[in-house]
Structure formats: structure tokens, C-alpha cells
């Protein structure tokens, strides 16, 4: 009967703190949690947020002080927005597209990349054509995706803002509009703790969400980490993506803030790592002259069907050959440095055998 009654106890904190997790997640729409492994819930020591949360010494540029783009107009060419991009000022620092290239910028073109070397992606590309950052489908049920350029490189996104002239129909704003797909937060069967699945079609190109936490200063994340085991989870995402491109040379691997997600967050702080990922992490900024904070953009970079599981790699790395991916494990595994390293288990066939490098 002791054990009975200790059973009980158990269960009764069990249901207890699953009702505590759901409470908090009622103040995030179209998110569920289910667990179909056992009686566990994810950590009560969490916070969802629907923004970032600026810590101490942290500062952001108000959106009304956001620069927009003046020429732009609601009613330009299809009717969605901005649609010239020698014109669009938001797009200043966007990826410039040689494909539109006309004779006359050739010499204007050839000095944007003497510039690329030295500014970095604020490179002076005034006049030459840009990229667009998505695709608008002519049928409204059919989500925008990222263009295949963007989807396939780096380079950051620039979207318009609240202080533009082209208005909220633009075809440039999609991540600023936030979250449309529905999400669950669910206990992997395979060790992996918890993660996240879409309960529709995503299509390849197409937005999830964003990454959102605590934005702290260099020195308050590492006060943080000193306070903090060593083998826990890591959830700090540096926002380091326009070092070496300031001109005044003020950001730098010590003065750029980091986002930590461990202890307040969005429902993607729950997705896991894999090293053959179906989604991807983007730069998107609604404001081309903030440097330091921009948004952490997920979206799939693959058709994904229902109920699979959404994945990133963590270390963000390029795709490599299977051969030399298995080539690299095994040497990786047999040597004895790496034998205290945090192992994988993504269960890929590129599976690089360990979280971290």
C-alpha cells in the first residue's frame, strides 16, 4: 500500500506540472505539447515571450526611427508592394542580382566588389538591381517561399518596416508578420529530448518562425555560462552575422550581444539538431542600419510533410560528400580528445557523430 500511495503522490505532481505547461503555453497560439513516451513535461523554469527581452546594457533602435523606403508605393506594378529593385531603399544592402545587370552598370558593378571586400555586406550598392527576398504565389492559399538565391546562401534578408511608403500589402514583409503554421512541442522516442513538428505541408522556401530569448551583452552571457553546468544544453546564439562590417568598427566578437533561449523563448527553442536538417537559420532585418539586433529566421529548405520534425544544425554548416562526412566520424571517434564531447543523435546518414565541435 506504501508503494501505492507513493505511485499516486508521483502522479498526482506528474499531472500537476503537466497542467503548469500548458497554462503557460495558452498565451502562445496555434502551439500544442503532446507526449506520447512518458509522463514528463518540458522545464516549468520557462517563459514563453513573443519578442526579444532586452537584458541590461542592451539597446535597440525604436521602430519609429526605422529608415523606410519613400519612393515605393502600395499600387506599384502587381499590386503587392515594392517592385523596382534599383529603387526600393530597404533593399540598399541586399544581395545585388547580376542577372539584371544592364551595360551601363558594369563599372558601377566592378567597384560594388572592390567595396564587398573591404564593407562587407554594406558594401556601396546604390543604383545597381537587387534580390527580392521572397516569391508571392498568385494564389492566396499558397504561402510566400524564400527565393532559391537567399535559400541558398547566407546572405542576410532585408525586409520593409512600418515606416515605409509600400504599405502592409508588400510582398517584402513576411517574417515581420510573424508565425502562420501551427506547431507541437512532442517527446522524441529516440533520446532526444523534446521536439517540434508542423501539423501542415511545409512547402520548400517557406517561413516557420523565428528564434526569440533574452538578448544579453557579451559580458552578462558569460557571467551566465560560468553559473551553469558544463554539459547542458546550449540555447546562446550569437548575433555576429555584420562583424567586420561596421565602419566604425565597434562590433566585434566581445561587443555583440547574444541571444539566450534557455529561460524565456518561442516554441522553436524546442527544435532539435540535426547534421542533414530540414530547415535552416536566416538573418532577416527590418532595420539595414542595426547591426547588432536582427531576427533569427526558420525556414524549410525542403518540401516537409505533416508531422515530421523539424531540425537545424546547430553549427550551421555547409553540406558535404557522405564519403567524407563518415571519413571525418571516424577518425573524430577514435580520437581520444573527443571521447568527453557530447555525442549526436540525429541518426542521419551525414551524422558528423558529435553536437559540438
Same mark, same amino acid.
Given at each position: 500500500?506504501?508503494?501505492?500511495?507513493?505511485?499516486?503522490?508521483?502522479?498526482?505532481?506528474?499531472?500537476?506540472?503537466?497542467?503548469?505547461?500548458?497554462?503557460?503555453?495558452?498565451?502562445?497560439?496555434?502551439?500544442?505539447?503532446?507526449?506520447?513516451?512518458?509522463?514528463?513535461?518540458?522545464?516549468?523554469?520557462?517563459?514563453?515571450?513573443?519578442?526579444?527581452?532586452?537584458?541590461?546594457?542592451?539597446?535597440?533602435?525604436?521602430?519609429?526611427?526605422?529608415?523606410?523606403?519613400?519612393?515605393?508605393?502600395?499600387?506599384?506594378?502587381?499590386?503587392?508592394?515594392?517592385?523596382?529593385?534599383?529603387?526600393?531603399?530597404?533593399?540598399?544592402?541586399?544581395?545585388?542580382?547580376?542577372?539584371?545587370?544592364?551595360?551601363?552598370?558594369?563599372?558601377?558593378?566592378?567597384?560594388?566588389?572592390?567595396?564587398?571586400?573591404?564593407?562587407?555586406?554594406?558594401?556601396?550598392?546604390?543604383?545597381?538591381?537587387?534580390?527580392?527576398?521572397?516569391?508571392?504565389?498568385?494564389?492566396?492559399?499558397?504561402?510566400?517561399?524564400?527565393?532559391?538565391?537567399?535559400?541558398?546562401?547566407?546572405?542576410?534578408?532585408?525586409?520593409?518596416?512600418?515606416?515605409?511608403?509600400?504599405?502592409?500589402?508588400?510582398?517584402?514583409?513576411?517574417?515581420?508578420?510573424?508565425?502562420?503554421?501551427?506547431?507541437?512541442?512532442?517527446?522524441?522516442?529516440?533520446?532526444?529530448?523534446?521536439?517540434?513538428?508542423?501539423?501542415?505541408?511545409?512547402?520548400?522556401?517557406?517561413?516557420?518562425?523565428?528564434?526569440?530569448?533574452?538578448?544579453?551583452?557579451? &559580458?552578462?552571457?558569460? =557571467?551566465?555560462?560560468?553559473? !551553469?553546468?558544463?554539459?547542458?544544453?546550449?540555447?546562446? @546564439?550569437? #548575433?555576429?552575422? *555584420?562583424?567586420?562590417?561596421?565602419?566604425?568598427?565597434?562590433?566585434?566578437?566581445?561587443?555583440?550581444?547574444?541571444?539566450?533561449?534557455?529561460?524565456?523563448?518561442?516554441?522553436?527553442?524546442?527544435?532539435?539538431?540535426?547534421? &542533414?536538417?530540414?530547415? =535552416?537559420?536566416?538573418?532577416? !532585418?527590418?532595420?539595414?542600419?542595426?547591426?547588432?539586433? @536582427?531576427? #533569427?529566421?526558420? *525556414?524549410?529548405?525542403?518540401?516537409?510533410?505533416?508531422?515530421?520534425?523539424?531540425?537545424?544544425?546547430?553549427?550551421?554548416?555547409?553540406?558535404?560528400?557522405?564519403?567524407?562526412?563518415?571519413?571525418?566520424?571516424?577518425?573524430?571517434?577514435?580520437?581520444?580528445?573527443?571521447?568527453?564531447?557530447?555525442?549526436?543523435?540525429?541518426?542521419?546518414?551525414?551524422?558528423?557523430?558529435?553536437?559540438?565541435?
Amino acid at each position: 500500500m506504501l508503494s501505492d500511495a507513493a505511485r499516486a503522490t508521483v502522479t498526482a505532481a506528474e499531472h500537476a506540472i503537466q497542467a503548469a505547461f500548458q497554462a503557460k503555453l495558452q498565451s502562445v497560439k496555434n502551439v500544442e505539447w503532446e507526449n506520447h513516451v512518458d509522463n514528463t513535461a518540458p522545464s516549468l523554469n520557462f517563459t514563453f515571450v513573443s519578442d526579444f527581452v532586452l537584458g541590461e546594457g542592451v539597446y535597440r533602435p525604436e521602430a519609429d526611427a526605422h529608415v523606410g523606403c519613400e519612393t515605393c508605393r502600395p499600387n506599384m506594378g502587381q499590386n503587392i508592394g515594392c517592385e523596382y529593385p534599383r529603387l526600393c531603399a530597404c533593399l540598399e544592402y541586399a544581395a545585388v542580382d547580376e542577372n539584371r545587370l544592364q551595360p551601363g552598370d558594369q563599372a558601377r558593378y566592378v567597384q560594388y566588389q572592390k567595396d564587398r571586400e573591404d564593407d562587407g555586406y554594406l558594401a556601396d550598392s546604390h543604383g545597381l538591381p537587387k534580390r527580392f527576398p521572397y516569391q508571392r504565389s498568385k494564389d492566396p492559399q499558397v504561402p510566400s517561399t524564400l527565393m532559391k538565391f537567399y535559400l541558398e546562401s547566407r546572405y542576410p534578408i532585408y525586409e520593409c518596416n512600418l515606416n515605409c511608403n509600400c504599405g502592409p500589402i508588400c510582398k517584402s514583409r513576411v517574417v515581420q508578420k510573424g508565425r502562420r503554421v501551427p506547431l507541437v512541442i512532442f517527446k522524441t522516442a529516440n533520446e532526444r529530448g523534446w521536439g517540434v513538428y508542423c501539423k501542415e505541408q511545409l512547402v520548400k522556401g517557406e517561413f516557420i518562425d523565428t528564434y526569440i530569448g533574452e538578448v544579453l551583452t557579451n &559580458e552578462a552571457t558569460g =557571467r551566465r555560462e560560468k553559473l !551553469s553546468a558544463e554539459d547542458r544544453a546550449s540555447y546562446l @546564439y550569437s #548575433l555576429d552575422k *555584420f562583424i567586420g562590417d561596421d565602419p566604425d568598427n565597434d562590433l566585434t566578437n566581445e561587443t555583440c550581444y547574444v541571444v539566450d533561449g534557455q529561460y524565456m523563448g518561442g516554441p522553436t527553442r524546442f527544435i532539435n539538431h540535426s547534421c &542533414e536538417p530540414n530547415c =535552416r537559420q536566416y538573418t532577416v !532585418s527590418y532595420n539595414k542600419h542595426d547591426l547588432r539586433i @536582427y531576427d #533569427l529566421a526558420f *525556414f524549410a529548405v525542403e518540401d516537409i510533410p505533416p508531422r515530421t520534425e523539424l531540425t537545424f544544425d546547430y553549427m550551421d554548416k555547409d553540406e558535404e560528400e557522405e564519403e567524407i562526412v563518415r571519413k571525418k566520424r571516424e577518425k573524430d571517434a577514435a580520437d581520444p580528445k573527443n571521447h568527453d564531447k557530447r555525442p549526436c543523435n540525429c541518426g542521419a546518414r551525414k551524422c558528423r557523430g558529435y553536437l559540438w565541435e
